[in-house]
């Protein structure tokens, strides 16, 4: 599987931003897809997952509520939406795909992973 991860950028608190991942290789809609994120001196942290149909989706508390993760099997695409950021939300993001359904909130759940995509949201 090829991740292609885009839609990061500068934002300021309060504002919003859209992340798609494109993927490629398998078919779309049999694995599970998530969202990381790592910050320069942090390790890299679970964002969101979302299983391959779509149905169950789950979420890290710190992004629950802001943070939508969505997938368009049709265009084999996944989303973040990510509205409300808050500096916080700083760091390179990352989409991954795991080898089954199961949409773990572990790396080591996931053995695809894009290059990333950087999301700095100033104060």
């Known amino acids: 599987v090829q991740l292609q991860a885009s839609g990061g950028g500068l934002v300021q608190a309060g504002g919003s931003l859209r992340l798609s991942c494109a993927a490629s290789g398998r078919t779309f809609s049999s694995y599970a897809l998530a969202w990381f994120r790592q910050a320069p001196g942090k390790e890299r942290e679970f964002v969101a997952a979302i299983t391959g149909g779509g149905g169950v989706t789950n979420y890290a508390n710190s992004v629950k509520g802001r943070f939508t993760i969505s997938r368009d099997n049709a265009k084999n695409t996944v989303y973040l939406q990510m509205n409300t950021l808050t500096p916080e939300d700083t760091a390179v993001y990352y989409c991954?795909?795991?080898?089954?359904?199961?949409?773990?909130?572990?790396?080591?759940?996931?053995?695809?992973w894009g290059q990333g995509t950087q999301v700095t949201v100033s104060s």
């Open positions: 991954a795909a795991a080898s089954g359904n199961y949409g773990s909130r572990l790396t080591q759940g996931y053995v695809y």
